[in-house]
């Protein structure tokens, strides 16, 4: 009688060899479809977390251009969470594209070509993640740049986010000749300082008046008024901001 065949081959083929095969042979033989599939899932997990990270950081973080948070615990637990993302990224790619593989019935066969596999899954793995990267920063540009154009060394960046409470701040119906756009971005970084978490400093208040006032000739309580309406604004904005980020994060 003969045996019966099993209902359940296994995880994937198996290929066998007439006869041991050079290294030069091991190296060619390469499964790119195996590789490029654990590739694009690791990158599709790096970018899970990294996005996940990027939501966190942005919760915390504050669009101030003096806020700084170089803390020790800090920079330890970025580090660590990179780590911890790749190794599992990579870890799955990997591991998906050797349960992809085709068996080999040789183990020397089989340790030298799981080792090249994953060697091309982190190698592919980690271009698309610059790529996808890369993109990211430039859209980030884009948007955090003014309106007028690239962010430059009369410009503030994050001065798209307030744009609109900057026009409101130095409209005016006659304007004292000179150049606006500088004063503009001194403003905007200014504002910017109202998310901060020791919020604006009574200094800064004290300028942004006489700065309003000057450039746009109003009395000194309009002006008080005018800079207390864009701090608030400017404050809500920034917070609107944040939390539409952190939420598509």
Known sequence: MA???????GPGP????????????????LEWGPAVAGAIAAAALALVLQAFALAIGLSISSTAPTWRDASFALVLLSGLYLVLAALASYGLGGYLSGLMRAR??????????DGLHGLLVWALATLLAAVIGLATAQSLTRLAAPSGGQA??????GEN????DLDRLFRAERRANGDLDYARAEAARILLTASSHRGMQPEDRTYLVRLTAAYTGLAQPDAERRVDEAIAHAKENISRARRSAVILA
């Open 3 to 9: 045996p019966m065949a099993s209902l359940h081959p």
């Open 14 to 29: 198996v290929a066998s060899e007439p006869g041991p095969a050079s290294l030069i042979e091991r190296i060619r033989y």
């Open 104 to 113: 080999l019935t040789s183990r020397e066969d089989a340790d030298l070509r």
């Open 152 to 157: 430059g060394s009369s410009t503030s960046v």
């Open 161 to 164: 986010l307030i744009a609109y």
